[in-house]
């Protein structure tokens, strides 16, 4: 199939600048760019990294969650 559209300059300038970048050929890098905007999203939703995912803390360190019956509830303001 064949497509044909009409793009602004300052968008033809820009793809033509990234494909150069990229080392691709304008229509590889166009065709990628349509891929990716069409990919349904991955099963993973998550933008942490992997080192963050894998943190383990550190072994001397109390954990967080004993101090939770230490906390205090939080203060109601009165609305009036």
Do not use: H
């Not at 080192?51 to 109601?76: A, C, K, N, V, W």
């Amino acid at each position: 199939m064949q497509i044909t559209i009409d793009l602004p300059p300052d968008l033809e300038q820009d793809l033509i600048r990234q494909a150069e970048q990229s080392n691709a050929p304008l229509q590889t890098f166009i065709l990628q760019a349509l891929r990716q905007m069409i990919q349904p999203p991955s099963v993973s939703t998550s933008q942490w990294p992997e080192s963050i995912l894998s943190y383990d803390g550190i072994p001397d360190f109390p954990q967080f969650e004993s101090y939770r019956d230490e906390l205090l509830p939080p203060s109601e303001s009165e609305l009036f």
